[in-house]
């Protein structure tokens, strides 16, 4: 079945710098990538997400680009600041399960002011 | 509802117990998952409903968990004989049709198995 890896495991940058998180799968059908955040003690949100069929989306401070020949999704989150701190999954449907998502293990963002 | 209501949020059981997990879905989606969330770990799958057809069972971890769902409504996750190692948040989501659509998270219930 699918499995998706995430890294880091834990992230730690200053206010105002770039973020960046990293997931790869293994299911080349897969073709669909959603990012949740979830604060401390909340449930998780979607933040953004891209199909396979782009390569690169932008919302604001957030952007997600797809290399499907690679099979790997980074997400970017520029000019951090402190409410950015949570912990971000990545995902990826399996194409055939009827809508299936596999998470990643998680990352840990913390923003230091 | 507003969102995804999840009961109760907290249970505590003891070892060998069975407990009985439920979700209320956002009226009208036709997809409901389950999902573990192991203490500062991610997000477990453990069943997906869609619609009528057969549910997705392959993330059951073994043959003490089991969910129904009530046509496009209420689900329930039942775990049978509780081990110490089942305890984690169980969360719920929904979403209004399957196939890359964005998934509504409840709150959880907190499972605590002492």
């Known amino acids: 079945g699918e499995n998706v890896e995430q890294h880091p495991s834990t992230l730690s940058v200053q206010e105002g710098d770039s973020a960046v998180i990293k997931c790869t799968y293994s299911?080349?059908?897969?073709?669909?990538f959603p990012w949740y955040k979830q604060e401390l003690g909340k449930r998780p949100q979607l933040i953004i997400d891209i199909r396979s069929n782009v390569g690169e989306k932008k919302d604001q401070r957030i952007a997600v680009t797809l290399n499907k020949t690679a099979k790997h999704f980074s997400l970017h989150i520029t000019e951090t600041q402190p409410e950015d701190s949570a912990v971000y999954f990545c995902a990826a449907s399996i194409r055939g399960s009827q809508g299936n998502l596999i998470f990643g293990k998680g990352t840990k963002l913390s923003v230091k002011p | 509802g507003a969102g995804v209501s999840q009961s109760p949020s907290n249970k505590v059981t003891e070892k060998g117990k069975d407990v009985e997990l439920r979700c209320d879905p956002i009226?009208?989606?036709?997809?409901l998952y389950w999902y573990r969330q192991r203490l500062g770990q991610g997000l477990e799958f453990l069943i997906y409903f869609q619609g009528n057809s057969a549910p997705d069972k392959s993330g059951l971890p073994s043959d003490r968990f089991s969910a129904e769902r009530t046509g496009e409504s209420v689900s329930t996750l039942t775990i049978q004989r509780t081990q110490q190692e089942d305890s984690a948040v169980y969360l719920c989501?929904?979403?209004?049709?399957?196939?890359?659509?964005?998934?509504?998270f409840g709150s959880g219930t907190q499972l605590s198995v002492l």
């Open positions: 009226s009208g989606h036709t997809a």
């Open positions: 989501a929904s979403s209004l049709q399957a196939l890359n659509e964005k998934l509504f």
């Open positions: 299911d080349s059908a897969s073709n669909y």
